[in-house]
């Protein structure tokens, strides 16, 4: 009963290092995003993917690149870390008869 | 653009109080609009409409859309502090179903 598992729970970066997030879903939704949450700006979409072997970019993707790696998984990567991107972020799937999303329990990512 | 915007920003109220929360929106092929609600993680799903004028209910939480006015509330009777929370509404338009957020009512319910 896992639902969608994101890893890490919590990074610090240096600026300009590199890191991967990791998010897998086991509930077999084709769909599946990655959001980032800023204090008094709600949640951003940054990536998302439709289906395996698609990706499409969303309100503010500069910075990042995403792969789905199969239907179950959908990492999002950090090539040079900025202060910026510092944030929490979400990754989330969704089937279309289901109620919404289900959402992972986020990874709070500081980049000093 | 998709458009979400909520209102008020905040709101603090005393147990018992009722509250209603605001969200409009401007979305290109609207299929439906959510509830979550957020407390110190991840959101958790409250309600999802896609009919003008029909109300979904749970317990002391009820919302309602209105497609023609383009605007949604979400109301909670009897509000307990367990209620305190960001409640987030999004909208889902276009294709892919991506989710549109606004920034949330942050909802303070004191004893």
């Known amino acids: 009963n896992a639902g969608v598992t994101q890893t890490p729970k919590f990074q610090v970066l240096k600026t300009g290092q590199s890191m991967t997030l990791q998010c897998a879903q086991d509930?077999?939704?084709?769909?599946m995003y990655w959001y980032r949450q800023d204090p008094g700006m709600g949640l951003r979409l940054i990536y998302y993917?439709?289906?395996?072997?698609?990706?499409d970019k969303g309100e503010v993707p500069n910075g990042y690149n995403v792969s789905r790696l199969n239907k179950r998984e959908f990492s999002l990567r950090l090539e040079s870390a900025a202060p910026s991107q510092t944030s929490v972020y979400f990754c989330?799937?969704?089937?279309?008869?289901?109620?919404?999303?289900?959402f992972g329990s986020g990874t709070r990512l500081t980049v000093v | 653009e998709d458009k979400v915007v909520q209102s008020p920003l905040s709101l603090v109220v005393h147990e018992g109080d009722t509250v209603t929360l605001n969200c409009s929106y401007e979305?290109?092929?609207?299929?439906?609009l959510l509830w979550y609600k957020q407390e110190k993680k991840a959101p958790t799903f409250l309600f999802m409409l896609?009919?003008?004028?029909i109300e979904k209910k749970s317990g002391r939480l009820s919302s309602i859309l209105d497609k023609k006015e383009l605007f949604s509330i979400l109301n909670i009777t009897a509000t307990q502090t367990g209620d305190s929370a960001v409640y987030l509404c999004?909208?889902?338009?276009?294709?892919?179903?991506?989710?549109?957020f606004g920034k949330g009512t942050l909802l303070t319910v004191n004893p």
């Open positions: 993917s439709a289906s395996e072997g698609t990706t």
């Open positions: 999004a909208v889902e338009g276009g294709s892919n179903y991506k989710l549109t």
């Open positions: 979305v290109t092929n609207f299929r439906s």
């Open positions: 896609t009919s003008s004028g």
């Open positions: 989330a799937s969704m089937e279309r008869d289901a109620a919404g999303y289900t």
């Open positions: 509930m077999n939704h084709n769909s």
